[in-house]
């Protein structure tokens, strides 16, 4: 299985991708006809409930604390294995 990610410069350019993205697909969902959009909804709605409920449940699993990195590269890489590990839990749930 290869994990492929888009790296961005700045957390503003992420953000602006994002934004693009999501407004690209409410356009998209906006067009559609009433039945489209039904079997759109259909075919999305369990994904999108089973990310807030998997995304909910790992949040209350966790517990606040603060972490401290004698270097950049060191958070970099904490956060990096932590988005791998979460990306890996996500495909591995909808594998079942």
């Not at 409930?49 to 790992?58: E, L, P, T, V």
């Not at 956060?79 to 749930?93: G, Y």
Request: contains cysteine.
């Amino acid at each position: 299985m290869t994990v492929t990610a888009k790296c961005f410069e700045t957390a503003q350019g992420m953000s602006d991708y994002q934004a693009e993205r999501e407004l690209q697909e409410a356009l998209r969902v906006y067009q559609m006809t009433p039945a489209a959009r039904f079997t759109w909804l259909q075919e999305t709605w369990g994904r999108l409930q089973d990310s807030a409920a998997f995304f909910n449940a790992d949040a209350r699993r966790a517990s606040a604390a603060a972490r401290c990195y004698a270097t950049m590269d060191e958070k970099n890489r904490f956060e990096d294995e932590r988005e791998l590990r979460q990306a890996l839990q996500i495909r591995l749930a909808y594998q079942k």
